[in-house]
Structures are given as structure tokens and as C-alpha cells.
Nanobody
């Protein structure tokens, strides 16, 4: 069994910063891709950022230049530094983990990020 736990969400004013963390633990073979998705009220879940094991990254156009994803392979952790936050960044942020050995993905329960104008 694999556990994926996010932390670091909260309420912040527009222009502020937050840092999200995610830890994967349990029966993990080899994590390849890790990342973050978000879901705003009334909208579908969307990609925010992904990072591969060799630090290749992919960002949604809406967060490029403001968000930075990073990871610690030894600890099976992924981080999302969010700067210059906007009200449209509000939503539940979900951590995503892909185990490439067994070809299976895992999701966290989500952490709420609210940006006030």
C-alpha cells in the first residue's frame, strides 16, 4: 500500500507565496514522475506541474514563471513553490505519483489553496 500526503496549503493574499510539500511512502518500487494537479470549484482537475526522476519539468502555461516544482528522490518527496499567487490559483491541489515499475499512479487527498483578492 502506498500513502501520498500533501501539506502546506492555506489562505494567502494575492501576490503572496506558498510552498506545498508531498511525501510518498509505503510499498514503492521506483517513482518516475511526480507532480501537482489542481481543481477549482466547478471545474475539472488540471495539470499544474510535473517533474521526472531526472528533473525534467512540465508546467501549465498559466503558472510558468511563477511556480517551481522540485523533488527529493531519496525521500520520495515533491515540492511546489508558488509565488505571485492570483485568485485564479485557488483550488484543491493534489499530489500525483507514478510508479514506473508496476505502471501505477497514486493520488493524495488534496490540500486547499485559497488566494484572496
Amino acid at each position: 500500500q502506498v500513502q501520498v500526503v500533501e501539506s502546506g496549503g492555506g489562505l494567502v493574499q494575492a501576490g503572496g507565496s506558498l510552498r506545498l510539500s508531498c511525501a510518498a511512502s509505503g510499498s514503492i518500487f521506483r517513482i518516475n514522475t511526480m507532480g501537482w494537479y489542481r481543481q477549482a470549484p466547478g471545474k475539472q482537475r488540471e495539470l499544474v506541474a510535473l517533474i521526472t526522476r531526472d528533473d525534467g519539468t512540465n508546467y501549465a502555461d498559466s503558472v510558468k514563471g511563477r511556480f517551481t516544482i522540485s523533488r527529493d528522490n531519496a525521500k520520495n518527496m515533491v515540492y511546489l513553490q508558488m509565488n505571485s499567487l492570483k485568485p485564479e490559483d485557488t483550488g484543491v491541489y493534489y499530489c500525483y505519483v507514478f510508479d514506473s515499475v508496476i505502471d501505477r499512479d497514486y493520488w493524495g487527498q488534496g490540500t486547499q489553496v485559497t488566494v484572496s483578492s
